[in-house]
């Protein structure tokens, strides 16, 4: 009986999910009427705006993950390390992004650091690029932080870090050459998720008016027909890829066997 | 002046007094253990001594110079962990390599301090593995040449045998111990297990509640200690309650039976203390006090005969060497039991 009711469970979850992606797929092919073509995506990817926007956001994307790593990663380890007590409060603080909506964030960065203000990053291009850079960090923190907490979970952080000081390690070394590299299926994983969730971001980069690739989904999903679903699929595409190279990440690492004790 | 002198260490964790005046010195290329039960404060005086715990008072010195106030990696101190410690992202040739690393030392001095280190310790060909491929005794190995590999000054060893299981246990202090010797390096080794720090030290340093309450050689440790703690935290005691007759001269009785000791002894009630050792079965030659009693038990260990026995109502227990000729008595035997009286520990009380 439970067997039957697995099944039906199974096959709602399928309906549920693979349904809408089917009907999505099956839609973006019938841009030529009358037969399956990949008009759609040759239109979508041979468009300058799309190639403009997802080199932008992939830019921004590793930017972010290189500030999200030299962010957690120390931050991470010497809460660990020193402030045991102070782990329930900053994992706290590393939810917040989650209740406050992303529409809150960047008005409270608009209001801070307009033109007008002490520090008018959104006076250039660039320094609107770092607002929004630090914007994605915020909303990737708590992604990135339980990965990379998770990570330090497996090794005994206060052991080794007494080992390495003992053989005349500095903090630099300690955390490039004996930290990072323990945590980095974490850190890839975190790594993957950020690059996900700024691929499709559209608040801040709309609010912030910077030619991203969440607007550009949103601008063509407002115009065109099969276009936004062949986009759609491909974004979806992306998003997977991620997921498996967290994956693959995982496999490659020669001593995880090590890690898991 | 010692090669490392410890002074009047002491450490406090908010209320808790945990090392009190702690003061110990050692000499260049000598091995000192520091024995005691579970929470004494060795492991803490051993952190102070690397620097990971900053003393709250007293001075740490090294070769003359005061290092109290240095950090962990300025002190040129090795250190072996109890869980390992080994780095699990680095092969074992790269987790010998990685104090010489840190210190600058170029790739083909690297690679012969390496090569040496994994000869040192006897694991030649496993410079290529990772950590978790390796057994526990061997993963030691490689955080001992890991330790030594950049030369330290002093050695030191948090309980390093107390996760491996017996037999690899003992040939691996055995190993550590002609090492050292062999380097000729200063080395303290934390244990709490006696046979342990009495089979490889130099000396042993027996602590109780946060002070040394002796410190000797392993022979004087364990036939003259300095305070009760000692003597029975060191090795195996009898102890028979004695009545005092004459304190000035020495006389008690034990179980009845009269017992000259020909020395002084505390007036009012004593405990006699004697190793297992030191009671032979039967009377023996002049002078010896012997003491009725009963075998109770005998265990053949080989070369060696345990017996458990009784004297009045206390048990006690002696160990006889096996001589062919002799076999041993059977459990129930009444005898006496003698003994010398110089062997005899008087504690108070
Ligand atoms: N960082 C610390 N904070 C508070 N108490 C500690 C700390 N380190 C050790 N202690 C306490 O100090 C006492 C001695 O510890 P330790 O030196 O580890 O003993 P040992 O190594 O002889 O077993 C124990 O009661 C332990 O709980
Ligand atoms: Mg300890």
């Known amino acids: 009986m439970t067997r039957v009711w697995s099944w039906v469970a199974l096959a709602v979850g399928v309906v549920y999910f693979a349904l809408p992606l089917i009907g999505t797929v099956e839609f973006s092919l019938r841009k030529r009427r009358g037969e399956y073509s990949l008009d759609a995506y040759r239109e979508v990817l041979g468009d300058p705006r799309f190639q403009e926007t997802f080199a932008y956001s992939v830019v921004m994307a590793l930017v972010t993950i290189a500030f999200g790593i030299l962010l957690v990663v120390p931050t991470a380890y010497w809460v660990r390390l020193k402030l045991p007590r102070l782990r329930p409060v900053v994992e706290f603080i590393t939810l917040l992004p989650l209740v406050i909506p992303a529409i809150v964030i960047v008005f409270g960065y608009i209001r801070l650091f307009n033109t007008s203000s002490i520090l008018p990053l959104t006076g250039s291009a660039r320094g609107t690029d770092l607002l929004l850079m630090f914007g994605y960090a915020t909303l990737a923190l708590p992604y990135m932080y339980r990965a990379v907490d998770t990570g330090l979970r497996t090794i005994d952080v206060a052991t080794l870090t007494e080992a390495a000081q003992s053989l005349g390690a500095g903090w630099v070394t300690i955390l490039g050459r004996l930290i990072l590299p323990n945590v980095l299926v974490a850190v890839l994983s975190g790594a993957f998720l950020t690059f996900a969730i700024v691929i499709g971001e559209f608040t801040m980069a709309a609010l912030l008016n910077r030619p991203a690739f969440g607007p ?24 997977w890829a991620c997921m498996g190279l967290i994956q693959l990440a995982t496999r490659l690492q020669r001593h995880t066997r090590a890690q898991r004790r | 002046m010692p090669f490392l002198d410890l002074v009047s260490l002491q450490k406090s964790f908010g209320q808790l007094r945990v090392v009190k005046d702690f003061s110990l010195g050692i000499e260049k290329g000598e091995f000192i253990s520091l024995l005691g039960p579970s929470g004494c404060g060795k492991t803490t005086v051993l952190r102070m001594v690397a620097g990971f715990e900053t003393p709250s008072a007293g001075t740490i010195r090294i070769d003359g110079r005061d290092v109290t106030g240095l950090r962990p990696n ?3 101190i090795g250190m072996v962990f109890q869980a390992y ?50 057994s526990g005794g061997q993963q030691q190995r490689v955080a001992l040449a890991r330790a030594l590999a950049p030369k330290p000054r002093v050695l030191l060893l948090d309980e390093p045998l107390s996760a491996l299981d017996a037999k690899v246990r003992v040939s691996l202090r055995n190993q550590i ?4 010797r062999d380097l000729g390096i ?40 300095a305070t009760r703690f000692v003597a029975e935290f060191v090795g195996t005691l009898n102890l028979l309650p004695a009545e005092v007759e004459d304190a000035a001269a020495g006389r008690v009785t034990v179980a009845g039976a009269p017992v000259a000791l020909g020395r002084p002894v505390p007036p009012g009630r004593v405990t006699l203390a004697l190793r297992p050792e030191a009671i032979h079965l039967g009377p023996v030659g002049d002078g010896a006090a012997a003491l009725p009693g009963r075998i109770d038990d005998v265990h053949f260990l080989g070369s060696v005969i345990r017996i458990q026995a009784s004297v009045g109502d206390r048990r006690i227990l002696l160990d006889t060497f096996n001589r062919p000729g002799l076999p041993p008595p059977s459990p129930g035997t009444e005898t006496r039991f003698s003994f010398n009286p110089a062997d005899v520990l008087v504690l108070e009380g």
């Open chain 2, 85 to 134: 410690a080994l780095f699990p992202n680095l092969t074992v040739a790269e987790n010998v390599a990685f104090g010489l690393k840190v210190k600058g030392a170029d790739r083909a001095e690297r690679e012969a301090r390496v090569a040496e280190m994994l000869r040192l310790i006897g694991l030649p060909d496993l410079g290529g593995r990772y950590p978790f491929q390796l």
């Open chain 1, 216 to 239: 550009y989904m949103q601008l063509l999903g407002a115009n065109k027909a099969y276009e936004p679903a062949a986009l759609a699929v491909i974004a979806f595409a992306i998003t």
């Open chain 2, 177 to 180: 111990r002609e090492i050292q």
């Open chain 2, 74 to 76: 300025q002190r040129n």
């Open chain 2, 186 to 225: 200063t080395t303290i080794f934390v244990t709490h297990d006696q046979e342990e720090a009495l089979s490889i030290s130099d000396r042993v340093v027996v602590m109780n509640g946060g002070i040394a309450e002796q410190a000797g050689a392993p022979f004087e440790i364990y036939n003259r200690p």
